[in-house]
């Protein structure tokens, strides 16, 4: 049976397929639904509209190849909208979907049940709107912390300027506290790890099955966040994957290495198993 989960991100809304428990295929419509979430604190009405029909085109293309259930889940830029029922509603008359607004806490759940399939480990996701962290230890969470920071909404406070940049991204990961990990092996999900990832690998369009398993030196990332800082939003266009996040994959490359730094992480690999997989878990109680 083919069941198909679509996520409504800050930046993207994605669709997976799956059968037999396994991911057929993914797309990604880049839409940036959080486009000024930082500084109004509202989704607005354009956003709400190309976002809304972007889940309704993946709905029907799952419904057309034939799945049996879809399930629709929205993270950082619905949950903490107050006006979000401008969205949920569209994407209600468009197609009927009821949208589950899930909580950072379950953001990082089913981040970390996708990536790493019960194993120990912890996962880093830095998307649109916010970033998770979640450590596993012995088959239980042991850390979990979700902050309102993501590529999106560092774009809209200080666009590519690396200086203001950090003053925010360094503010922000003081809320991640104190917690020691170096001793864990570590996992970046999300569409700003995926995009460095096909950086890393010269793509000029998105490969999931050669940039999963990528693996990144907390050096190299930072060398890689400067590169793209100090490259023109058209040039990063033009000779990468980037497409419409062009202006905000330095800024994501940023708070990646912030977070790493911050919880004594040296090096990270890549998943592109992720929430849509972890989300098709706990709806259909796979372990």
Do not use: W
Not at 128 to 150: H, L, P, R
Not at 180 to 203: C, S
């Amino acid at each position: 049976m083919k069941i198909s989960v679509i996520d409504v991100g800050s930046n993207s809304v994605r669709l997976a397929t799956m059968a037999d428990g396994k991911t057929l295929y993914k797309r990604m419509n880049t839409t940036r639904l959080g486009e000024g979430l930082y500084l109004s604190g509202l989704i607005s009405e354009a956003a709400a509209e190309r976002t809304a029909q972007a889940v309704a085109e993946f709905y029907a293309l799952a419904k057309h190849d034939g799945a049996r259930k879809i399930y629709v889940f929205a993270t950082a830029a619905v949950r903490s909208a107050p006006n979000r029922n401008i969205f949920l509603e569209k994407v209600e008359k468009l197609c009927g979907a009821q949208v589950e607004v899930i909580s950072g806490e379950t953001e990082a759940q089913i981040g970390i049940l996708g990536a790493l399939k019960g194993r120990d480990g912890g996962i880093i996701d830095v998307g649109g709107a916010s970033t998770e962290v979640i450590i596993n230890s012995n088959g239980k969470t042991v850390y979990s912390k979700s902050v309102n920071i993501g590529a999106v909404r560092l774009f809209d406070a200080a666009g590519r300027d690396k200086s203001e940049l950090l003053k925010i991204i360094e503010r922000s990961a003081e809320e991640f506290g104190d917690f020691p990990a170096q001793e864990y092996d570590f996992v970046a999900i999300g569409g700003t790890a995926g995009r460095l990832a096909a950086i890393e690998h010269n793509l000029k369009e998105y490969r999931p099955e050669i940039t999963h398993g990528t693996v990144f030196t907390l050096d190299g990332l930072s060398a890689m966040a400067d590169r793209l800082l100090n490259m023109s939003v058209e040039q990063i266009r033009s000779t990468t994957v980037c497409g419409k996040s062009s202006e905000l994959v330095g800024g994501g490359a940023l708070l990646l290495c912030a977070v790493m730094r911050k919880f004594g992480v040296k090096k990270i690999a890549v998943s592109e198993s992720d929430n849509l997989e972890g989300y098709f878990y706990l709806k259909e109680g796979i372990k």
